[in-house]
């Protein structure tokens, strides 16, 4: 009846007395808000995470502007509201499930300035799936990347599944997929903005 649905209560919380407008970690997210960003409402919300490539090996990485993440998959998965990424050829596929997280690149890496033309952030999926996969994601944006490298027979570069991410200021190119080698979407209503999608090889549709 709070809106919660028990065995993510009892996941989290332990049983099913707590409700939808309490805040057990303090962070002023409700329970309710935690469980729409996909994050966990025992660990105080974290509002911005950094992500460098160039500090691939520091052992105290942890996603501050100090040991920033090597990998923009790290800073998703801690649910933050902003993931800044440095420039550098990040070579992953990405899953951003539940979330209202925005991703953008062509930060310096002291993240001081931006500048996506000069300071690319290249995402490369090595052929390996879909680049970027936003799956159940009411909100959030990925914006100022080259997306290269997917391939997957659904959304070579972006597969939004159930999603409405704002995808703004990419280059998409050089995926492949068999429906929509660029860009795929499913049951969704994304904003596709200012983006330059080309080069992408399509087997059958778009």
């Known amino acids: 009846a709070d809106g919660l649905p028990d065995d993510w209560e009892v996941d989290y919380l332990g049983d099913i007395s707590s409700g939808a407008e309490d ?10 808000e935690e469980l729409q960003r996909g994050s966990d409402p025992n660990a105080p919300w974290i509002h911005t995470v950094y992500v460098s490539v160039a500090n691939a090996g520091d052992a105290l990485a942890d996603g501050t502007i100090a040991h920033p993440f090597p990998t923009i998959q790290e800073g998703i998965d801690l649910a933050p509201l902003h993931v800044l990424v440095a420039e550098g050829t990040y070579s992953e596929n990405l899953l951003i499930a539940a979330l209202h997280v925005n991703i953008r690149g062509g930060f ?85 903005i200012g983006n330059a999608i080309t080069g992408n090889d399509v087997g059958r549709y778009g």
């Open 108 to 192: 310096d890496t002291g993240f001081i300035d931006r500048d996506p033309s000069a300071r690319p952030s290249t995402i490369d999926g090595g052929g390996a799936g879909s680049v970027v996969t936003f799956r159940h994601a009411a909100e959030g944006s990925i914006e100022g990347f080259t997306i290269t490298g997917g391939q997957s027979d659904n959304g070579g570069g972006i597969h939004c599944h159930y999603a409405s991410p704002v995808i703004r200021d990419n280059i998409i190119s050089a995926n492949a997929a068999d429906y929509g080698a660029g860009i795929y979407c499913n049951v969704s209503s994304p904003e596709i």
């Open 23 to 32: 805040d057990p970690d303090g962070d002023t997210l409700t329970n309710l």
